[in-house]
């Protein structure tokens, strides 16, 4: 390769900087050339340039040079070709410099907040090419890899399948007529896995008939470039694809997101925001559904209510943070002492906790509420002290029953409790 131009290199750094400000594209090193041999003002043919640097004149003249004189022309907004790359460079540069040499001094206003640079696809992209003939292989790698693509090769269907589980590509371009086993069967087999039916297939193959393209996509395909392809084309359907895999992996992520903050606001609505129980909306909605789960079941269910006698935080004279802090205090006390995984514990009033215990017998329920009553008596908070009257009620619900009367009793247990001076658990038997 000759040396650059001393006086064109400096074009040649500014050209690159602005397609790569103007269209978030690096310049490939063959593409490079292209434009320093011009700039220079070599009279090199893109037959002699591919020559020089090993690639099919092909390529070169079909895909590099006219994908450089249009990312030029993109990033300019005028029409710039080989032979007045030079003038349009120039110009545009020499009046750059003028612009900010003005701009350094005048006042710079505040800056905007800028929008996101798109995506660079090919970033760390691996893509797997299964086909039988080398040369369709290392014509795909020159053109993939010239793009900054990670590519990996095999040769029939069964190294493509072992490739893939030692080292899962992102996309696969897989030709159809291979010996031992063609596309169809290795996109069927790829497909039928669940690590690796996500992955997108690209048939390419010399099958033009309709049929062919029909099973193509029958068997998982994603798209069909028929041979002998044009480079331009794969570039084009890669990147598409590969886009299309960019934003459904996005979606998912999203989805996944909203799905987690939909679970926590169905948390956050359940709870009651001073003790951190579920509130009385949960209570109503686990209770019917505990109640109708026990007569499909035929077990017990069990309501205890227990309400603090000796509240005295709130009203005239009293502390309302110390009291909305011992309210929390003792519903996080009861919450641990009801350890069932079915068990609920909910803010039924002010001053009232309600209980369910699923499949809990009245005998079982009455040693946790005794348990419970002389663990928050131990507490010894406020003066006189606060401690519990808790009325008990279980019952073997059916669908000729009520739940309003199961809710009743557990109620009026709770008033009995009350009356024989707090501090005391009442139930059905007493």
């Given at each position: ?19 790569l ?150 996309l ?45 996509f ?13 480079v ?11 886009k ?11 989805n ?102 699923p ?32 009325g ?15 809710i ?23």
């Amino acid at each position: 390769m000759s040396d650059i131009d001393p006086s064109s290199e400096p074009i040649l750094e500014f050209a690159e900087n602005l397609i790569l400000q103007k269209t978030d594209t690096y310049c490939s090193e063959l593409q490079r050339r292209i434009l320093s041999t011009a700039l220079q003002g070599e009279r090199k043919t893109y037959d002699q340039l591919a020559d020089e640097c090993g690639y099919s004149p092909k390529y070169v003249k079909q895909d590099v040079a006219p994908k450089l004189w249009h990312l030029l022309s993109q990033a300019l907004d005028k029409k710039v070709s080989k032979s007045n790359v030079r003038i349009i460079l120039t110009h545009e540069m020499r009046n750059t410099t003028q612009a900010s040499n003005t701009s350094a001094t005048t006042p710079t206003p505040p800056s905007l907040p800028l929008e996101p640079q798109s995506t660079n696809l090919a970033g760390k992209v691996k893509i797997l090419l299964v086909d039988d003939q080398p040369q369709n292989l290392r014509l795909l790698t020159d053109v993939l890899e010239e793009q900054g693509y990670d590519v990996l090769q095999a040769l029939n269907g069964n190294v493509a399948l072992q490739a893939v589980s030692l080292d899962q590509p992102q996309l696969i371009l897989l030709d159809i007529q291979m010996p031992e086993m063609d596309g169809y069967t290795v996109c069927q087999k790829l497909k039928a896995e669940p690590s690796t039916q996500e992955i997108p297939v690209i048939f390419v193959s010399a099958l033009d008939e309709s049929w062919d393209k029909v099973k193509a996509f029958s068997v998982g395909g994603i798209d069909y470039i028929t041979k002998p392809f044009k480079v331009v084309e794969v570039l084009a359907r890669v990147q598409n694809q590969l886009k299309i895999q960019q934003l459904q992996q996005a979606l998912i992520a999203q989805n996944a997101q909203l799905h987690q903050a939909n679970l926590e606001l169905q948390r956050l609505a359940a709870l009651d925001d001073l003790t951190q129980v579920a509130n009385r909306r949960r209570f109503d909605a686990y209770l019917l559904t505990s109640w109708q789960a026990a007569i499909q079941g035929q077990h017990p269910l069990t309501l205890m209510l227990c309400q603090l006698k000796h509240f005295n935080f709130y009203g005239s004279g009293g502390n309302p943070q110390q009291g909305d802090q011992c309210l929390y205090e003792i519903a996080q006390t009861i919450k641990q002492a009801i350890q069932g995984p079915h068990d609920l514990v909910c803010r039924y009033g002010t001053f009232i906790f309600a209980i369910v215990l699923p499949q809990q017998s009245s005998t079982q329920a009455e040693s946790i509420a005794q348990k419970l009553s002389k663990q928050v008596d131990q507490k010894e908070v406020g003066s006189p002290p606060i401690n519990l009257s808790i009325g008990l009620t279980s019952i073997q619900p059916k669908s000729d029953i009520g739940i309003e009367a199961f809710i009743e009793a557990g109620d009026r247990n709770l008033q009995q409790a009350r009356n024989n001076g707090g501090n005391c658990v009442f139930t059905d038997d007493n």
